[in-house]
């Protein structure tokens, strides 16, 4: 797990140790020191820790004018033994909530396993983004993490699907995935 990066191809247009509103402002990197393990396995040293023991992220890009962002995760989503859900929210998800950020993009291709305990949290988030046009899509997810997400009534809240999976995001630039995911969520809302 240590040689995969998050994507670093839109650091031209944005990096989160450098956005005044992002929990991770101001972090100094290291290319040669792993410190974060997920169990017994160091992880890259890009990958920022928002508090849970098993999930990492990277916020990839956040426009303040646009309310979008793209998070990229990787490790073990645990909401039954860590509630991995609460320490995204309090370690992440509510600054950039309070910064203007309400359409937000989960980049699952990394997290390997999901654990589900109730959807309160889930419900919380969405509750509070729907009123201004927000929505929670998880895009790439593994089909096994899919199905526990659905049994635990996760889709409720968070989109995800057929249609969101096997999307070529690493191809176009920023504000090009944000139309065409919203392009998606216009066809499915409407």
Known sequence: MHDIEPFYMWRDEYTSEEDRHSPFYGVEYSEFHFSNKIYNY???P???????????CKILFADYDTHFAVIELIGEWNDAVHNDIMELRKGLIDSLLHAGIHKFLLIGENVLNFHASDDLYYEEWNEEIKDVGGWIVALNFRQHLLLEMRSAGIDNYVFFGEKYNDFLWRKILPAHLMDAVEDLMLKRLG
Request: no cysteine; net charge negative.
């Open 46 to 56: 890009q990958w920022d820790n928002f508090g849970s023991s098993t999930l990492f």
């Open 42 to 44: 160091v992880i890259h």
